[in-house]
């Protein structure tokens, strides 16, 4: 799974929501592990180092993705409580 079906999944329309975020998170995951996996096989003597780099900048992608989308979250919320009642 790539960033761009990430993104989609995240944005996906309410009714989409659950399943759509659910696919996002799995690949946020699998993305991460592939990093994990292929930094592991770097350490280990049997990785090839553009795979390596290509894997590490695209964990690096994600964790930024999913660290702008938490932020925008907290966002709403914070500008949720700040409503009158």
Do not use: C, W
Not at 5 to 19: C, H
Not at 26 to 51: C, K, N, Y
Request: glycine share 6%.
């Amino acid at each position: 799974m790539d960033l761009t079906s990430i993104t989609a999944g995240l944005a996906a329309t309410p009714a989409q929501k659950p399943d759509a975020t659910v696919q996002a998170m799995q690949g946020f995951s699998d993305m991460l592990r592939q990093g994990e996996m292929q930094s592991t096989a770097a350490v280990t003597g049997g990785a090839d180092p553009h795979a390596l780099v290509t894997a590490l900048a695209e964990s690096k992608l994600a964790v930024d993705t999913i660290v702008t989308v938490r932020d925008r979250v907290v966002e709403a919320y914070q500008e949720i409580l700040r409503m009158p009642v």
